[in-house]
């Protein structure tokens, strides 16, 4: 009997991380579900597993290196990583933005997918059939004002997902990068605001049905189940409200 494929989780304490996971395991997959926060993973993996599927654990921050590669030699195959560990901090202009801002995105957008990829490369490689996933966002293809340190992350890791594709064609690895535009998750814009619910709250004000973290999941679910000789590249998802990252319709 065939083993079942493994799907590696970045992030999977919460929002898109989370229902990536749910459409995984419920996709067949055994998912191994990673974010910081030890209590939401065991707890989200104990739900997956009582719905009859495959979850594990597995307590781990994208930025600390020498965790990532001991999480790693736990894979010697590995069908799916989805990078999805990330966020934006603040939303200040070019002109005052704070560099501990940028450098923080930077490290959890860019060098966390660099990390974990790099140290998963060799299991996918060795599955004979791999999929890596970026999640990056409408922000790593254009600008928006007040959006600098997030857009130059995003940016990166966009750069990363093409340059990766490049490098390993003719190995058995796709590279799928999914962008979405907004997404109402629990805890991303709270996050970007440093728990001002209200600001938060107001990016989402007078939007007709923002995307949803099962709408990102299901995109997900969909471009990493194509047969393995397709490579969905680029994957742009938008809640139909919003034309553009500047260009969003309001019902106020
Ligand atoms: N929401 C949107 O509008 C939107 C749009 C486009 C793209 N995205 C991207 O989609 C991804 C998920 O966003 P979301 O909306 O689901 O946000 P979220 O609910 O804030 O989730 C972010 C996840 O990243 C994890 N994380 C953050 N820093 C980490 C680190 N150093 N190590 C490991 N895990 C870390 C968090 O877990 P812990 O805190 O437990 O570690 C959490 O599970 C992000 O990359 C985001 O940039 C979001």
Do not use: C
Request: charged letters at 20%; aromatic letters at 4%.
């Amino acid at each position: 009997m065939a083993a079942t494929p493994i799907a590696v989780i970045t992030g999977a304490s919460s929002g898109i991380g989370a229902a990536t996971a749910r459409t995984l395991a419920a996709a067949g997959f055994r998912v191994v579900l990673t974010a910081r926060r030890k209590d939401r993973i065991e707890a989200l993996a104990a739900e997956i597993t009582e719905a009859g599927h495959q979850a594990t654990a597995y307590p781990l921050d994208v930025t600390d290196r020498a965790a990532v590669d001991e999480f790693a030699t736990a894979f010697r195959s590995l069908a799916v990583l989805v990078n999805n560990a990330g966020g934006a901090l603040g939303a200040d202009p070019v002109a005052t933005g704070d560099p501990a801002d940028w450098r923080q995105m930077y490290e959890t957008n860019v060098i966390g997918t660099l990390n974990v990829t790099q140290a998963l490369l060799p299991a996918l490689t060795a599955s004979g059939d791999g999929t890596v996933v970026i999640l990056s966002s409408t922000a790593a293809l254009s600008s928006y004002e007040g959006g600098g340190g997030y857009v130059a992350a995003k940016h990166g890791e966009h750069v990363l997902a093409e340059t990766l594709r490049l490098e390993i064609v003719g190995t058995p690895v796709r590279v799928i990068e999914v962008a979405p535009g907004m997404v109402r998750t629990e805890e991303f814009a709270t996050t970007r605001f440093r728990g001002d619910t209200e600001k938060a709250a107001k990016v989402y004000a007078g939007v007709d049905a923002p995307l949803t973290a099962e709408d990102v999941a299901d995109t997900i679910g969909w471009a990493v189940t194509r047969p393995s000789h397709v490579n969905i590249d680029l994957l742009v998802v938008r809640p139909r409200a919003q034309a553009s990252n500047t260009k969003v319709h309001r019902t106020l």
